[in-house]
């Protein structure tokens, strides 16, 4: 089993690698630095058309959703079968400029293999899922480049109320670790933060008062986030099939004209900005376009993730109240609503919080953490990931038989409507 995890963190990082050095040759080519606002919109559309396309012909990719489903019930999923549309399909939508980001695919590309490899060992359930688990906390760690933050945030986005999956912790931080230094030999990702935030020399009480009021606020954006981009699926759905991708390339276009922060997820934007600053109406308007612009990309069926890109929103937001915090830190607030727009909608407060440190290199991990744990008080009965919900076995006993399938009876519902309590599926309904 340790040589296992070994493995899956170390092929997490040559997968990572692989991945981002292709990203970044797709993104010289259809990146929006290439071309003027309307032949790129051009682009958007035809990358919409293409996606379609790659889906008619190689299948539907897989997403993170159902693979926390998967992780859930079957302890993983090995059919690496919708990696084939999933890899070319999300490397088109994001290095065309889409607003979502790696993230996601990536986790979903490590996890479906770690989960293809545990199953050729023959794992049961419960090492199936420590491995899955693994394989995903690698591919966070070659994007975010922060090893003991991705490890968590792999545990968290499984559940809605915290870490329940304990026995993949130290599993998941060593295939961090792994992937971390597999990357960073290969000069895919660097040491040192990735973003340039100035801490305070020390905290002061209204910091915390900032610290609640990020939390109050990043709720406030995961709510209009989470309840948009389901509106906004649901009139994709009324649209004729398969023209949706580019529909959502011609709109994503047209919020880029307006503001060209709407297009890409904003992981260099806020480096830019952090160092050159702009006026509060720029940075509230660019808050308004990504965030309009990620549910739009979600529900028009461009691939990716929303992690980065409600990061971009938090940290926007902040700078826009420059100036106006009577003597409270810019840095404390924006990391503060940069975590609670992510922990509203992913549910994920250590991991998010200690992410979000790691990547800046700030000292305001207390203060963070109070914002992430008041976003998630405040969103707990809202989620975008429907498939995220207790533990859905009890561990073993040492020497017995693997017990079955026996759901917590605090999960409201499964993806087919059972309701809690009800009797465990046969093989056959799974």
């Known amino acids: 089993m340790a040589a296992l995890v070994l493995a899956v963190g170390v092929g997490g990082g040559l997968v990572g690698a692989a991945y981002l050095t292709a990203l970044k040759a797709m993104t010289e080519v259809l990146g929006p630095e290439q071309w003027g606002e309307w032949p790129h919109l051009v682009v958007l559309v035809l990358v919409g058309v293409s996606v379609t396309g790659l889906i008619r012909w190689l299948g539907t990719p897989g997403d993170v959703e159902l693979l926390v489903n998967n992780i859930h019930v079957d302890g993983g999923r090995d059919d690496v079968r919708s990696l084939r549309s999933l890899i070319p399909v999300s490397l088109l939508c994001v290095g065309a400029g889409g607003t979502l980001g790696p993230e996601a695919p990536l986790v979903t590309t490590t996890g479906t293999l770690a989960s293809w490899l545990g199953v050729r060992r023959g794992l049961g359930r419960h090492d199936l899922r420590v491995v899955a688990i693994t394989g995903m906390a690698a591919g966070f760690t070659v ?20 870490l329940e999956y304990y026995e993949a912790l130290l599993p998941a931080v060593v295939g961090a670790l792994c992937g971390y230094g597999i990357s960073a030999a290969l000069t895919v990702i660097g040491v040192d933060p990735i973003w340039t935030f100035a801490a305070p020399a020390h905290l002061v009480p209204i910091d915390f008062a900032l610290a609640i009021g990020a939390g109050v606020l990043g709720a406030l954006v995961a709510i209009v986030f989470t309840y948009l981009a389901i509106g906004l699926r ?6 004729p099939s398969g023209t949706q991708p580019a529909i959502g390339g011609a709109v994503l276009g047209l919020i880029a004209i307006a503001s060209p922060y709407a297009l890409t997820n904003g992981e260099l934007q806020i480096n830019h900005l952090s160092l050159t600053g702009a006026a509060a109406l720029t940075f509230l308007v660019a808050a308004v376009a990504k965030l309009v612009a990620a549910a739009v990309s979600v529900a028009t069926g461009w691939r990716g993730g929303f992690i980065i890109p409600l990061f971009f929103v938090g940290f926007a937001l902040a700078q826009a109240a420059d100036g106006h915090l009577g003597g409270g830190s810019t840095w404390v607030l924006a990391a503060g609503l940069m975590v609670a727009c992510n922990v509203g909608v992913t549910k994920t407060p250590l991991g998010s919080t200690l992410v979000v440190t790691e990547m800046s290199g700030a000292a305001v991990l ?3 953490l109070i914002a992430a744990l008041v976003s998630l008080a405040l969103t707990s009965q809202i989620s975008l990931i429907h498939t995220q919900r207790r533990r859905f076995t009890a561990l073993p006993v040492s020497g017995e038989a693997e017990p079955p399938d026996v759901p917590d009876e605090t999960d409201s519902a499964d993806l ?10 046969t093989e056959e309904q799974r």
């Open 234 to 239: 649901a009139v994709a759905d009324r649209l």
């Open 416 to 425: 087919s409507g059972r309701p809690a309590g009800a009797a465990p599926r």
């Open 143 to 162: 994007l975010f480049a922060a090893p003991l933050g991705s490890a968590v945030f792999a545990l968290e986005i499984l559940h809605r109320r915290g």
């Open 366 to 368: 207390p203060t963070t």
